[in-house]
């Protein structure tokens, strides 16, 4: 695995001349998934049950801005419709996904430090859903965490280089999340071809 400072220079390299459309990416993101169960929340309190609803069927869309900036951080030419192309496999994405997310609050629930551990175990899981499509559930959080054994300091120690960035996006009144999206998903799609890499470099020493 590289340093923190080879992903953060391989994302900004990936997003030279694509800041624009991360940019765009992540409002789209935004503005679909979040603002409208906001406004639900924040007009109607008694009405919360809909707006959480809302982020639960919208859970592919969370996949989608994921792998979007995988396949920038590929050089792949992508469109701003590959955001919504979890719901065209909506069943293994949303199951999925959802069963990331309820281990990790599960785990939150016994302490804060294991929940934190625990989700950055799962943080392969879109790509490895992108990469194999036959693979789902239970059977792909696995390979998530297998692959993040003794990693998963590296990764959380990157997303805290960025801590500056998080600040930036408040002092703007969150515009800066267009461009801070954009840095940390390229960095942890290079992390990801990075442990894909090593992964298939073991498993094809095992098998000689």
């Known amino acids: 695995m590289e340093s923190i400072k080879v992903y953060k220079d391989r994302a900004?390299?990936?997003l030279s001349g694509n800041w624009g459309k991360g940019a765009i990416?992540?409002?789209?993101?935004?503005?679909?998934?979040?603002?409208?169960?906001?406004?639900?929340?924040?007009a109607s309190p008694s009405e919360a049950n809909v707006g959480n609803l809302w982020y639960l069927v919208l859970l592919p869309l969370s996949w989608g801005i994921t792998v979007f900036f995988l396949g920038i951080?590929?050089?792949?030419?992508?469109?701003?419709?590959q955001l919504?192309?979890?719901?065209?496999?909506?069943?293994?994405?949303?199951?999925?996904?959802?069963?990331?997310?309820?281990?990790?609050?599960?785990?939150?629930?016994?302490?804060?430090?294991?929940?934190v551990i625990k989700g950055y175990s799962y943080m392969m899981t879109p790509y490895i859903l992108k990469d194999n499509p036959e693979?789902?559930?239970?059977?792909?959080?696995?390979?998530?965490?297998?692959?993040?054994n003794g990693h998963k300091m590296d990764l959380f120690?990157?997303?805290l280089s960025l801590i500056g960035w998080a600040i930036l996006c408040m002092i703007t009144l969150g515009i800066g999340f267009l461009f801070f999206y954009p840095y940390q998903y390229t960095a942890h799609?290079?992390?990801?071809?990075?442990?894909?890499?090593?992964?298939?470099?073991?498993?094809?020493?095992?098998a000689e």
């Open 12 to 14: 900004i390299e990936s």
């Open 25 to 42: 990416a992540s409002l789209v993101f935004l503005l679909v998934f979040y603002v409208p169960a906001l406004i639900i929340n924040i």
């Open 73 to 81: 951080a590929r050089g792949e030419a992508m469109s701003y419709g």
């Open 84 to 115: 919504f192309d979890g719901f065209k496999d909506y069943g293994r994405i949303f199951t999925t996904t959802f069963l990331v997310g309820l281990y990790t609050v599960l785990w939150s629930m016994l302490l804060v430090i294991p929940g």
């Open 135 to 148: 693979m789902k559930n239970n059977e792909a959080i696995e390979k998530s965490m297998e692959m993040m």
């Open 157 to 159: 120690m990157l997303d």
């Open 189 to 206: 799609a290079h992390f990801y071809e990075d442990l894909k890499k090593e992964q298939e470099e073991y498993e094809a020493a095992l």
